[in-house]
C-alpha cells in the first residue's frame, strides 16, 4: 500500500462515525508511552532496557496501527470493520404463511 493511501484510510478512520472512540485512543497510548516518563522498567536500574522497553511498545503499537488500517475499508464503513449482514435480502422461511404440505 502507497503512503497517501495508508493517510487516506487513516484520515477517514478518525472521520468515522461508526468507529468506536476507544479504538481510535489506542493509537496515541503508544506515543503517549513513549514520550511519558514511566516506564516499566527505569532506567537508572538498567538504562538500556528502559529505552528497550519503550522502543517495543512504541514498535507493538505501530504494528496495530497498520494491521487496524490496513483491515479498514474507507467506502464500505460499518462499525468496527465488521461484515454488513442484510437483512432485506435474506427469506425467513420460518415466518412464512406457505404450506409445503399441499
Do not use: C, Q, R
Not at 31 to 50: Q, W
Amino acid at each position: 500500500m502507497n503512503t497517501s493511501y495508508f493517510f487516506f484510510k487513516l484520515f477517514k478512520f478518525f472521520k468515522d462515525e461508526n468507529v468506536k472512540w476507544t479504538k481510535k485512543a489506542l493509537f496515541i497510548v503508544p506515543f503517549i508511552y513513549f514520550i511519558s516518563p514511566i516506564t516499566l522498567i527505569p532506567y537508572y536500574f538498567f538504562a538500556l532496557a528502559g529505552l528497550l522497553d519503550n522502543i517495543f511498545v512504541l514498535l507493538i503499537g505501530l504494528y496495530y496501527i497498520k494491521k487496524t488500517i490496513d483491515e479498514y475499508d474507507p467506502y464500505n464503513s460499518n462499525k468496527d470493520g465488521e461484515n454488513k449482514k442484510h437483512k432485506d435480502n435474506v427469506i425467513d422461511m420460518k415466518d412464512n404463511d406457505y404450506d409445503l404440505n399441499d
